[in-house]
Structures are given as structure tokens and as C-alpha cells.
């Protein structure tokens, strides 16, 4: 019975609560980065005025997400309003071109080995960050379920804060709830506070941060690869400990313990040290002690992967509408979408990668099976389907479409 264990493990509350709540994160920022994009291409047909959403939150997220990514896009956007005469509606987000997508796993081995070696005497500034960029990106995830709440009493109203701007009661309740999650966190370290700012996390990042090709994408998700496989595998022969799991595990001292010692407040209650939230963590509710944790960085670059997919389905399908009739009915190929074939994917990826680290009883590189099972068949498909040079290079440019092409 022990030689099949880890089948038993698979169908464990943890391994399930995993499965679900990472792809319903990809899937669900997906779909909104989907649509502030095609309610920012409305807003400009309609006024030809900026079209993002000018909340607190959004721009918060885009100067976090301008400096982290060293992106600097204002050249650009100067540009389009030249060519244009209006502001794009791109300036929201951020697009990775082919130099930042292979720059990137090199930032992030900087940073974990910033993190391995200054952790203990950065911690509180590691804390500190991570609370405030969580407690944006929550607040951007809080913040539809705010304005469905709100929307019968405020009727979009916006309030006036001088020269920070103009604001919804909906966005400043979201904020405002999102500061408090982060407060009760650090009192009190809970589980289930960290995962909802890792949630909120995925969601951002996904929605913000776009692919402008399969090219990126290939090239981005090879690098990462790369950059799993070797901190998890080899970086113990090189620094005799397995780097990404040390910095994935390490706590944080809790910073109003630290204030509190500095301004020697004796009566105050030691609090709980912190997890950073660069994970997902769920507990099983069958074996005490037992939990499964998954990276952020897990969901969310093949989660960009299936957002451009997404983004290029929806433009596919445009196109094809403005196409007169005469169009043959699709087969059960052109049925199946990019989106669904990567979905699927990235399931079976994830499910491999459980089965490994269940077999072999060690951490295992999520990103070595997550990347070839998304990447793979979305290749193969947009091979058998010709639409793969364009999706390689230059995928949302306009092109004359023939009648007999499908989706």
C-alpha cells in the first residue's frame, strides 16, 4: 500500500485546495486583464481620452510594477500620444520586450541571493515592502467585489482628494480594506491572510503585465525554467544548501516586535513571526502538520503565458467577425481555443510535478513540468492551426484574413 501513496496524497484537501485556487487565479486574471482592455479600446472610441481607470490602486500598481520591472515605457507612450493625439490605453500596463524577458530570471537569481545571504538583516525591510505591495495588489483584487456592493448607493461618484485625484467610494473602501487584512496579518502571522495577499499578488501581476508575442513568451518561460531547475537542483553543490527552498521557508521577525523591543515596551505580546507571501500555503484538514505550498512565481508567469493567449483568442475572433460572410463553420479542431489547450496544460503540469515530488520526497522545480506542458502544445497547435509565425512575432497586428480562415 505504501508503494501507491502518493496516489492517496493527490486527492489530500491541500493538494486539491492547490490545484483549484491556481488555476482559478490564472484564469480569472486572465479574463480581467482581458477586460480593462477592451473596456479601455471602448472608452477611447467613445470620448478619445485616456481609458485607464485612474484609481489609487492602478496607479500604485504601475509605478511598483514600472520600478520592479525597470521598464521604462515613457519614450514609448510619449510617442503614441504623438502619433495619436490621445493618451494609449496601454500605459496602465506593462509589456515585456525580448531584452527584459531574458533579464529577468537574471534579476530574480540577484534577488533570491540578496535574500539567501541579507535576509536576516533586511528582514524588516523585506517585511515592510512585501505589506505595502500586497496591500495594493489586494485592494486592486477586492476591488470589483467593492463596486458590485457598492454600485446601487454611489452611482460611480468620485471624491475629490486635492492633488492625489479623484476616487470612487469603491476604491477606497477596497484600500481601505486591504490595509486592515495586512494589519491583522502581521498581528497575527495567520495562514490564510498570507494567502490572500499572494492572491492578490497573482492577480496583479497577471493583469498588469502582458506578453507581446509567442516569441517573448517562449523566450521568458525558457529562462525561468532555467532559473528553477538550476536553485532548486545545483545550487547546493555551489553554496551547500538548496537556496530556493531556504528563502521560500525562512520567517521574518515581526516588525512591531521589533519597534516594541526599540522603544522597550516590556507589557506588549511577543507576535508571531512572519511567512513573507511569495507562496500559497494550504494546510490539510485529514493530516495535522501537512500542507502543500506552491510559488507565486508558479502561477503567475505561465498564468502571463495564458493571458496573452487569451488576448490573442479574443482578437482572433474579432477579426474573423469583421470578416464578411461566406465563412465555412469551424471544425473540432478550430473549436478548442489557445486558452483551453494551455489550461489544460498547465493542469497536467501541475499534476506532474505533485507526482514527482510525492515519488521522490524532495522539493521539486514546478516550473520544469508547468513549462512544457503549457508551452508545448500551445506551439504544436498554433503550428497545426498556421497561426504560428504571426503568433511568434507580431500577433495583434491587423492582417487581411481570408474567408476560409478559422478559429
Not at 173 to 195: A, P, Q
Request: proline share 5%.
Amino acid at each position: 500500500m505504501s508503494e501507491f501513496q502518493w496516489m492517496y496524497s493527490l486527492v489530500d484537501s491541500s493538494r486539491v485546495s492547490t490545484f483549484l485556487i491556481s488555476m482559478l487565479l490564472i484564469v480569472y486574471g486572465s479574463f480581467r486583464s482581458l477586460n480593462m482592455e477592451e473596456e479601455a479600446k471602448q472608452k477611447e472610441k467613445d470620448s478619445g481620452v485616456q481609458s485607464s481607470e485612474n484609481s489609487l490602486v492602478l496607479l500604485l500598481l504601475t509605478l511598483f510594477l514600472k520600478q520592479t520591472l525597470s521598464l521604462n515605457m515613457e519614450e514609448e507612450a510619449k510617442q503614441k500620444e504623438k502619433d495619436s493625439g490621445v493618451q494609449s490605453s496601454e500605459n496602465s500596463v506593462q509589456t515585456l520586450d525580448t531584452m527584459q524577458a531574458l533579464c529577468l530570471p537574471l534579476g530574480a537569481s540577484i534577488s533570491l541571493l540578496i535574500m539567501f545571504f541579507f535576509f536576516d538583516s533586511m528582514q524588516m525591510l523585506f517585511a515592510i515592502c512585501t505589506a505595502i505591495i500586497a496591500a495594493i495588489a489586494l485592494a486592486f483584487l477586492l476591488l470589483p467585489m467593492c463596486q458590485y456592493i457598492l454600485r446601487p448607493c454611489t452611482d460611480k461618484k468620485r471624491l475629490s482628494f486635492g492633488i492625489c485625484g479623484r476616487f470612487t467610494v469603491a476604491e477606497l473602501v477596497s484600500f481601505s480594506l486591504s490595509v486592515t487584512i495586512v494589519c491583522i496579518w502581521i498581528l497575527t502571522g495567520h495562514w490564510l491572510l498570507m494567502d490572500a495577499m499572494g492572491m492578490g499578488l497573482c492577480v496583479a501581476f497577471i493583469a498588469f503585465v502582458r506578453l507581446p508575442s509567442l516569441k517573448v513568451s517562449t523566450l521568458l518561460l525558457t529562462g525561468l525554467l532555467i532559473y528553477d531547475v538550476f536553485w532548486v537542483f545545483f545550487s547546493s553543490y555551489i553554496f551547500s544548501s538548496n537556496v530556493m527552498v531556504r528563502v521560500a521557508t525562512k520567517t521574518a521577525d515581526n516588525p512591531v516586535g521589533i519597534v516594541a523591543k526599540r522603544l522597550h515596551l516590556n507589557g506588549v505580546r511577543e507576535p508571531p513571526k512572519l511567512s513573507l507571501p511569495g507562496k500559497l500555503i494550504f494546510p490539510s484538514m485529514q493530516n495535522a502538520g501537512h500542507f502543500s505550498m506552491l510559488g507565486l512565481g508558479d502561477i503567475v508567469m505561465p498564468g502571463l503565458l495564458l493571458c496573452f493567449v487569451l488576448r490573442y483568442d479574443a482578437y482572433k475572433r474579432a477579426q474573423l467577425n469583421s470578416v464578411e460572410a461566406g465563412v465555412p463553420p469551424p471544425n473540432h479542431l478550430n473549436k478548442i481555443t489557445y486558452f483551453h489547450c494551455s489550461l489544460v496544460g498547465y493542469f497536467f503540469g501541475l499534476l506532474t510535478a505533485t507526482v514527482s515530488s510525492e515519488i521522490f520526497k524532495a522539493a521539486q522545480p514546478a516550473l520544469l513540468y508547468l513549462v512544457p506542458f503549457t508551452l508545448l502544445p500551445l506551439l504544436t497547435m498554433a503550428y497545426i492551426k498556421g497561426d504560428l509565425r504571426r503568433m511568434w512575432s507580431e500577433p495583434f497586428i491587423p492582417a487581411n484574413l481570408p474567408k476560409h480562415l478559422e478559429v
